[in-house]
């Protein structure tokens, strides 16, 4: 028989450009999404990770800002979080930081759970703040976090949302290059030795308006060549525009404080770091009057039916696990006291149900991953329904869902997005014997068709032919004669999840990433995440199996972030959605699967992800909700607009 050893990986090359005529026509208008990664630390390593130079940059702070130990203070833009964690270990209780980075949040994160400190970490936009009106008391813009965005209307965005989340009185204080001394002294190129393995090389000009400082870092690894060819443009603000800006926000008091001169131990390029001046402002304006309580929302909850049978569930039933699950869903959605919630799940008249609550009903929870009628195939039948109803409702709409039922559909998807997935091949209904058998043991049989594990059991790893062939016995009379059964490459690396709440284009959060912990499971047990951990709590799985944060390397978690969203985009995924990864025994990355409306339940993979980020199970469920009001709120807008 023949078999295949599979193919070799590409080598992932950085593409150089060599010498450009303009800089500024490569920069891209939100080049700050991706920069601020380990070749940032690496780059400007020198100031930023330097914790004797944040130690002095504080006390400078402290020494105006003039606030007592339990004073709420936001550092805004935080990168990895070095000031917060100093403001931390002096003695500072209230310490919040948030920044559009999710490397750099991850890391903050990271140091915060390894150190058990009490740091707040957010990722989020600097324009669209998440947190309350009259909130903090001091508000920091640090190490020359200010002028990334291509629009000054959008530096406006941010004083503005600065004064609003400040107290009455409370102050902010903004740390940022000097602009007028940057364009008189930049060097137009430079280069140095970051270590023994790195250099960098940069050019840089001013913008065609004079505006900007715009750069190009091209990073080089002795061994590995160029590792990154980036191109950033930073804002030169001078002294009478911040305080124009300051003012336009509605900031008084404003002043310009001492300068800060940085000392790198590199002892080379500084750039915009070199020189930077301390300007504050005050948030002169009463406390926000509390608006009288808005009517609540009333949010149908949709689930699946109790009363019939489930061919999923053990014992084909819903069990008292089952109904513990959803009265934690209950317990958790009643403290959003925005919202008012009733239940359906009678799918005999769910259809007169939802007629009835029509023009009732702001929007539904569709949380019946059961699918309708509890069959699993029919879960895209509930939002078509609701559709025709032309109800609103949270998450994956009936195409979404019908692409991620079928695991052979999702991986062709990925292959067209470049996305890496594991050999495979596919078992039809009338094929018998193995002609050509692609692929090298060990592999893992699955339904094509299907979710919640439904057919795939430790049985499923099989190491020959006669396990192979007797597997998909199995699951053809679990799951039909007529249908598609996959095999896989069976991949022994990290098993992992990714999370994301949230819509494209930019309003979504990544949770951290999570691994199966099976280094307690026997040793004669596959490693895989399959029914027995999801439903038999008799199971070594069940007992055994504990979700824990990722460790990564860098490029690896770039590379499942950048093919989540991709994949989230493609698919048309809205509000929530999981995908699973598994790698290779090269540390290659390779999608499993991809999960709309994935699994609600409080102690499940999204809840946990979400519960490693800081958000407890009835926020994570707000998230849900707000993503989903947004999204229908900006579509609305767009239905009003005129062709």
Not at 5 to 32: C, R
Not at 225 to 230: L, S, Y
């Amino acid at each position: 028989m023949k078999k295949e050893t599979g193919k070799k990986e590409k080598k992932k090359i950085t593409q150089v450009l060599g010498p450009v005529s303009s800089l500024e026509s490569y920069v891209k208008a939100d080049w700050w999404r991706e920069i601020f990664n380990a070749n940032y630390l690496r780059t400007d390593g020198d100031v930023v990770s330097d914790m004797e130079i944040t130690k002095k940059e504080i006390d400078k702070f402290l020494s105006i800002l003039n606030c007592d130990n339990n004073a709420y203070i936001l550092d805004l833009c935080c990168g990895q979080g070095r000031h917060c964690f100093e403001l931390s270990d002096r003695g500072f209780k209230n310490v919040y930081g948030i920044d559009r980075s999710h490397y750099l949040i991850t890391k903050g994160r990271t140091q915060t759970r390894r150190e058990a400190r009490t740091v707040n970490f957010k990722e989020g936009d600097a324009r669209r703040l998440p947190y309350p009106t009259d909130f903090f008391d001091v508000i920091l813009i640090l190490g020359n976090s200010f002028g990334y965005f291509e629009s000054q209307n959008d530096d406006l965005a941010v004083l503005n949302q600065a004064f609003r989340v400040l107290k009455p009185g409370g102050t902010l204080l903004i740390d940022v290059t000097e602009g007028d001394h940057v364009r008189k002294t930049f060097e137009p190129r430079s280069w140095e030795w970051i270590d023994k393995d790195y250099f960098v090389c940069r050019e840089r000009c001013l913008s065609q308006d004079e505006d900007r400082l715009v750069s190009r870092e091209v990073i080089t690894h002795v061994k590995k060549g160029v590792i990154a060819d980036q191109f950033y443009a930073e804002r030169l603000y001078s002294q009478e525009t911040l305080f124009r800006l300051f003012t336009e926000s509605g900031f008084t008091n404003t002043m310009v404080h001492s300068k800060i001169i940085t000392e790198s131990q590199r002892n080379q390029d500084l750039g915009m770091m070199a020189q930077r001046i301390i300007i504050t402002g005050t948030a002169e304006k009463e406390w926000t009057r509390i608006p009288k309580q808005q009517e609540q929302k009333h949010v149908a909850v949709l689930m699946g039916d109790p009363n019939v049978s489930d061919i999923i569930k053990p014992n084909n039933t819903f069990d008292t696990d089952d109904f513990h699950t959803i009265n934690e869903l209950k317990k958790a959605l009643s403290s959003l006291k925005e919202y008012r919630f009733s239940y359906l799940n009678n799918h005999k008249t769910l259809i007169n149900d939802l007629q009835k609550n029509k023009g009732t009903i702001d929007f539904i929870l569709n949380l019946c991953d059961e699918g309708y009628n509890n069959e699993a195939i029919k879960e895209l039948h509930v939002p078509a329904l609701i559709e025709m109803l032309e109800i609103p409702y949270t998450g994956g709409n009936p195409q979404c869902l019908a692409f991620c039922y079928d695991k052979s559909l999702v991986r062709g998807i990925a292959i067209e997005l470049d996305i890496p997935v594991p050999q495979a091949f596919i078992v039809k209904p009338d094929d018998i014997t193995f002609i050509e058998f692609p692929l090298q043991f060990p592999v893992i049989v699955k339904p094509n068709l299907g979710d919640s594990s439904f057919g795939i059991t430790k049985d499923n790893v099989c190491n020959n032919f006669r396990e192979l062939e007797e597997i998909i016995t199995a699951v053809r009379q679990k799951v039909g004669y007529d249908s598609n059964i996959l095999v896989e490459d069976f991949l022994t690396g990290k098993d992992l999840s990714v999370g994301i709440i949230g819509n494209m284009p930019d309003a979504y959060t990544i949770l951290p990433i999570i691994e199966e912990d099976y280094s307690d499971l026997p040793e004669d047990l596959p490693r895989i995440c399959g029914y027995e951990a999801k439903w038999d709590p008799q199971s070594p799985y069940w007992k055994n199996l504990k979700s824990i944060p990722a460790e990564l390397p860098e490029e690896t978690e770039r590379f499942l972030v950048a093919s989540c969203l991709k994949l989230f985009s493609r698919l048309d995924c809205r509000d929530y959605a999981r995908f699973d990864w598994r790698i290779d025994k090269h540390g290659t990355p390779r999608l499993l699967e991809v999960n709309p409306n994935p699994g609600w339940c409080w102690d499940g993979h999204l809840a946990k992800m979400s519960r490693i980020s800081g958000v407890s199970y009835p926020e994570m469920l707000g998230l849900i909700l707000k993503s989903c009001e947004k999204r229908l709120a900006e579509q609305k807008i767009q239905d009003q607009m005129p062709e």
